[in-house]
């Protein structure tokens, strides 16, 4: 009966963390206009999969494509599972659509390498260290800045893949407070492209209304 039910979990187990997404299946592709995005056209690629979990089969086949690219052998096939974070991979693909220099690798601590330090501009790249209860970091994460919520209390909306296994808009608390996030290398900028620009929470919104950012700060990038 125990040999039965371990048969069970191991179905499951693998409808979890296997996707097996094959580089000659055909993908979507919609075209983002270079000029969009207030200068930081790449905040808009794939709009039509946002708030998609990383188990959704048409976000896997636009992105696991990307893992050969950065090195990583054919036993990354998939979007899902803690090996897999995929926060950079994101990163490095939107970055590439445009003919810009992204990370080395899809390792989150490699955010520092994306071109130059800048100030929160629509569009920019934050290399984020999560701190524990105490204060001490306990992960790293890599995500788009998209416009403050609340500046004074270092509450902003992101641009995230990975963070609760989702691809979506989220509330980040960038104050450095045991339980939240930090910056760890200044906001980043890709390299050799023009200055982008601060642009308010209103003027986002008025823009691109499906960029609102809904939940609290916090969750998951494992």
């Not at 979990?9 to 997404?21: C, D, N, P, R």
């Not at 996030?181 to 986002?204: C, H, L, N």
Request: proline share 5%.
């Amino acid at each position: 009966m125990k040999a039965f039910w371990q048969w069970i979990k191991s179905l499951f187990s693998a409808k979890q963390t296997e996707q097996g997404v094959s580089p000659h299946e055909p993908v979507t592709v919609i075209p983002v206009d270079a000029a969009a995005g207030f200068g930081a056209p790449w905040v808009l690629v794939d709009m039509d999969l946002l708030g998609k979990s990383e188990s959704d089969r048409e976000l896997a086949k636009r992105l696991v494509p990307e893992w050969k690219l950065e090195g990583y052998d054919s036993s990354y096939d998939s979007l899902i599972g803690k090996a897999r974070a995929w926060c950079m991979l994101r990163i490095n693909y939107v970055l590439r659509k445009f003919n810009l220099k992204g990370a080395k690798n899809a390792g989150a601590k490699r955010a520092s390498e994306i071109g130059k330090k800048c100030a929160f501009w629509f569009g920019c790249i934050l290399d984020i260290a999560h701190l524990d209860k105490y204060g001490d970091i306990e992960g790293r994460h890599v995500a788009i800045f998209l416009y403050w919520i609340d500046e004074a209390k270092r509450i902003c909306a992101t641009l995230d893949g990975n963070k609760g296994s989702r691809f979506a808009v989220n509330v980040t608390d960038l104050s450095g407070r045991p339980n939240t996030d930090t910056i760890v290398a200044g906001p980043r900028w890709p390299d050799k492209y023009p200055d982008g620009q601060f642009v308010s929470m209103e003027e986002v919104l008025k823009k691109y209304p499906f960029l609102k950012a809904s939940g609290k700060a916090g969750g998951s990038t494992t």
